[in-house]
């Protein structure tokens, strides 16, 4: 699957976008707590700026994919582990104490909870998972497979005798 580079680009915001929603989304839930602690918004930030290191790392990969090519691996890795997470949420938040109606945030005339901006995170983030994993990055001048064999094992010297004349009496 041929991707350009303004994937990168375009997948760098939406993990902006996406750390700002996650935090909307705990911001709604933790609301209580916020109002009694308001040191509590800092460990907010503290938890979730892991995603801003993908988002940076997307960067990088927009500005010169060739030459970062090694964080490749590190976004596809962070992918998986915030949907790892999330996902694990979705599943096991029946079985906790529950994300109460009431924590839910009014947008006239629609009420949003917490609990559907991780659902729409997630799949979103399927699909950026999925087409991190279909790129590859290609080399801009591709030698032959002559060359290259020739550039990882150079022939050897050529093989020559050399006779040294016995040194006379």
């Not at 700002?20 to 839930?29: K, Q, R």
């Not at 979705?90 to 839910?104: D, H, K």
């Not at 629609?110 to 659902?119: D, E, M, N, Q, T």
């Amino acid at each position: 699957m041929k991707i350009r580079r303004i994937f990168f680009l375009l997948n760098s915001i939406w993990e902006l976008v996406r750390f700002l929603s996650l935090f909307l989304a705990v911001w709604i839930t933790f609301q209580q707590v916020l109002e009694t602690d308001r040191q509590a918004i800092f460990w907010l930030v503290l938890f979730g700026n892991g995603g801003l290191l993908v988002a940076a790392a997307l960067l990088f990969l927009y500005v010169d994919p060739p030459r970062f090519r090694v964080l490749l691996n590190l976004v596809r890795l962070g992918k998986i582990l915030g949907l790892f997470s999330a996902l694990l949420l979705i599943i096991l938040e029946p079985f906790g104490t529950g994300l109460q109606s009431s924590l839910s945030l009014s947008f006239p005339p629609y009420r949003i909870a917490p609990l559907s901006i991780l659902l729409l995170i997630a799949a979103a983030d399927l699909i950026f998972l999925f087409l991190l994993f279909s790129y590859q990055i290609e080399e801009s001048n591709p030698a032959s497979p002559s060359e290259e064999a020739k550039e990882e094992n150079p022939p050897f010297p050529e093989y020559r005798e050399t006779v040294v004349p016995k040194p006379s009496d």
